[in-house]
C-alpha cells in the first residue's frame, strides 16, 4: 500500500533517514536507485539558508531526475526564520520540507532548534504553520520520544504538529537524553499510529536488517519505516526490501566505484573528496573477511587512484565473515555539523 505525502504518492514504505555528513547527493541518489521512496537531506541550518553561505547550498545539490520528491531537511529554532529559509528551499527545488525536531547535539539545541523543540510544543507547530503558509509545500517534522525519561511528551507534541497541518511525522523511539543508547521503544510508535488522525507515522531505530524493518511494520502499524544507519555501507537494502538480492561482490565492487567517484564530483576537490569518504569504506567493508586490514590501508592513502586501486582489489573478491552480525554504524554529527 503507498503512502501520500501532500500531491506524491510514494511506492512502497522504506526511506532513508536524513543522516548529518551522510545524506548527500551521491549518497541520497544511489539509495533511491536501489529503491528507497524517499531520501531527505541532511539536516540543513535555516540560517545558513537565509545567507545563502557556499557550504549551506552545497548541501542543496540534487539530481532532479531521480530525487523525486525531493524533500530538504532544515533546522531552526524562529518559526519567521524557519518559513524564509523553506522559500530558499524551495527556490533550491525543495517539493517537501522537513522539520528536525530531533537532533540531540548541543550544537543545534542550545539556540533552540532540533530537539529542543520538544520542550515548546506550541513552537514547534508554529513552525510547520510558517513554513506552510510561506511555501505550500508540504510539511514533515523528525521528533524523539522526548527529552529525557521524566519528559517523554511525543503525543502531545504530534497532536500540536498533527493540529498545525504536519503530513507525516518520523519518531525516533529514544529521548533526547539517550542519544543513540540502549534500545529503541517501538512501543511508542505503535503508540503514535493507534492516537494519529491524519498524519503519516514514519517509524525509526534500531532497523539493521530487512528483517527487522518488515517486522517494525508489522509491529507497530507504522505507514513508513526510515532506515538510517542500517543503509550505511549497505544501500541494497532497499533492494532486498523489494524482493532483489544480496549484491555480488562483482557489483558491491562497481557500485564503492561509482559512489566513490560521484562523491569526488560532488566534493570538487580529490584530497579531501579521499578524506571524507573514508568512513563510507569503512561502512562498506564492515562484514567482510580482510575489512580491518582494508580499512588500515585506505586511511594511509591520499591519491584518488590508489584507493580505486585498493577498492578493486578488496571488493573484487570480498566474502563475509561466517557469523556476522550486523552493526550498528556510527555518524559523527557533532564533526557533520561543523
Known sequence: MSVALGPFRLPNPFVLAPMAGVSEEPFRVLAFRMGAALCTTELVSAQGLIRSTARTLRYLRHDPQVERPYSVQIFGGDPELMGEAARVAQRWGAELIDVNMGCPVKKVTRNGAGSALLC??????????????????????????????????????????????????????????????GEADWSVIADLVRRRRRMAILGNGDVKTPADARRMLEATGCDLVMIGRGALGNPWIFRQLRGGAEPTPAERREVVLGHLRAHVVFVGEPLAAVRSFRKHLGWYAHGLRGAAGFRAEVNRLAALDDVEEAVRGFFGAAEGEPGQEPEVQEVDYRAALG
Open 120 to 181: 515548546d510544543p506550541p513552537r514547534a507547530a508554529g513552525i510547520v504553520r510558517s513554513i506552510h503558509a510561506a511555501t505550500g509545500l508540504p510539511v514533515t517534522a523528525k521528533i524523539r520520544s522526548g527529552w529525557d525519561a521524566h519528559h517523554r511528551n511525543y503525543l502531545e507534541v504530534a497532536e500540536a504538529l498533527e493540529d498545525a497541518g504536519c503530513a507525516a511525522l518520523a519518531i525516533h523511539p529514544r529521548t533526547r537524553a539517550q542519544g543513540y543508547a
